[in-house]
């Protein structure tokens, strides 16, 4: 069982970027997924989610309107959109699956969490 991100990278403020999170073991047809990040001297935050349908999503505010999450179930993947990126939005983002059928970006309820990948946004 076992989630993995991808798509990190460099990039320079107003770029943009596209992160993968795929599973393997296990279907995440039935969970509801997450993304996270968590910047150098600071706490993990909760970025977006989306539930087991894709119908509901959820934003943190310091992304709404410039990230966008989606889903592939046929290709057991979720995606973060990431346009307009600043230097606040450097951080390792990780993802998650909880079995709840709700988009939540409270990290208690998730119970998988893949390895991060780096995204830096230079100034």
């Known amino acids: 069982v076992q989630l993995q991100a991808s798509g990190g990278g460099l990039v320079q403020s107003g770029g943009t970027l596209r992160l993968s999170c795929a599973a393997s073991g296990f279907t995440l047809a039935g969970l509801s997924l997450g993304w996270f990040r968590q910047a150098p001297g600071k706490e993990r935050e909760g970025v977006s989610s989306?539930?087991?349908?894709?119908?509901?999503?959820y934003y943190a505010d310091s992304v709404k309107g410039r990230f966008t999450i989606s889903r592939d179930n046929a290709k057991n993947t979720v995606y973060l959109q990431m346009n307009s990126l600043t230097p606040e939005d450097t951080a390792v983002y990780y993802c998650a699956a909880t079995p709840w059928d709700i988009a939540t970006i409270s990290s208690d309820l998730y119970d998988y969490w893949g390895q991060g990948t780096q995204v830096t946004v230079s100034s």
């Open positions: 989306i539930s087991f349908s894709g119908g509901s999503t």
